[in-house]
């Protein structure tokens, strides 16, 4: 009869170095976030969705108060005359999570859309001194999500995380 001994004496200070590289996320959610900033600001450039989908155009409404106050766009249907909200993506890692996104006051109106007069109506004088009234946001809004994981997304995703794996164990 063969007898075969197996006992975790060796594995134990492996497992033990293993367990402390994955106590603390912090370096692999960095790079997360680093990710996936880039990636958002790639959506503006090709003025897509996580998904691939296409954002909804301008309206010829939105195009006219561009032209109205002499301003023109540049870029796809989120990236205004200031290019403050593609230009905000930022990410905070805190434990066991990465979050990203931007700190712009409208920037939940373009992930998700507005209803015309979702958030109320303001009263107020023109430059004529003429009152006037009119609701917020003055028309619809459609969504237009600049956030999220779409499948391409999800394999860079799976190849950072693979990579921080391999890089424990390599080391």
Known sequence: MI???VTTDTLRPALAEAEQA???LTPLLQDIGELMVERTKGNFKTGT???GTAWAP???TTLDAYGARGDTPKGGPLVGVTRALSTTIAYEVAPGHVDWGSNMIYAAVMQ???AQGQFGARIGKDKNGRDFFMTIPWGDIPARPFLGIGPEDETALLETIEDYLQDLIED
């Open 22 to 24: 994955l106590s603390d």
């Open 58 to 60: 301008r309206s010829q």
């Open 49 to 51: 969705a996580p998904d």
């Open 112 to 114: 998700f859309g507005a």
């Open 3 to 5: 007898t075969v001994d």
